[in-house]
């Protein structure tokens, strides 16, 4: 329910400014149900354009490697939240409406196909609804990156991209641990130009 909670209120604030993340995986683990990864984190604190979206690219400080992110402003990102959260509605509308006139249908009809039909329909538009405003609630953040983690498994000396759009409090992986053994610093991308990509090296590292 504190998930739930908070997922609801993470849709309807969205800050001016969020942390980008990149991981370099160092070492990983597997136990029944759960995973554990270790990795070196260069982190920057971005300010979101005015407009649009803005190009970001975080250096590694463990290689060098650049991790891309785009950043959506907060307008934008409160528009895709609420396309989101619309279609999802629709799609309950849709199921709520293929029931009442489907059940005439289904009560008229000889053949027990047209039962399977309907329950069949039924359950394929509340899934897709479900899973559209749980996707929404969960991962819009306005922040997209080719290397992006939403938990799960990830290859052995890639990169992640993580975002934190609650500047410290970083949203737990499901079924994951982290241990994090260094962290880089970029400086904070305080007057970001629109469009246009920005980028730095790490000022230092130090034991978490």
């Known amino acids: ?29 597997s136990a029944p149900g759960t995973h554990t990864i270790e990795y070196c984190e260069t982190a920057r604190t971005a300010t979101r354009p005015a407009h649009g979206k803005t190009e970001q690219v975080i250096h590694c400080g463990h290689c060098g490697h650049p991790v891309p992110f785009t950043v959506f402003s907060v307008a934008l990102t409160r528009r895709r939240r609420l396309y989101a959260y619309g279609l ?19 009560v008229a009809a000889d053949s027990a196909l047209w039962p399977l039909l309907l329950a069949g329909a039924e359950i394929v538009l509340i899934a897709l609804a479900v899973m ?11 922040v997209r990156s080719p290397a992006l983690w939403r938990g799960g498994q990830v290859p ?19 079924n994951a641990s982290r241990v994090i053994s260094s962290v880089h610093h970029h400086p904070p991308d305080d ?15 130090g034991p978490v």
């Not at 559209?132 to 306005?142: D, M, V």
């Not at 052995?156 to 499901?174: E, S, T």
């Open 156 to 174: 052995y000396g890639g990169h992640l991209a993580m975002i934190d759009p609650h500047l410290g409090r970083k949203p737990l992986a499901r």
């Open 1 to 29: 329910m504190a998930e739930l909670r908070e997922a609801s209120v993470a849709f309807w604030v969205v800050r001016d400014r969020v942390r980008l993340e990149a991981g370099h995986l160092l070492d990983r683990s």
């Open 191 to 205: 007057n970001p130009s629109d469009g246009e990509p920005s980028g730095g090296e790490p000022t230092g590292s």
């Open 88 to 106: 999802g509605a629709i799609l309950l509308v849709a199921a709520a409406m293929l029931y009442g006139v489907g059940i005439d249908v289904v």
């Open 132 to 142: 559209i405003l749980s996707c929404a609630a969960a991962f819009e953040h306005g």
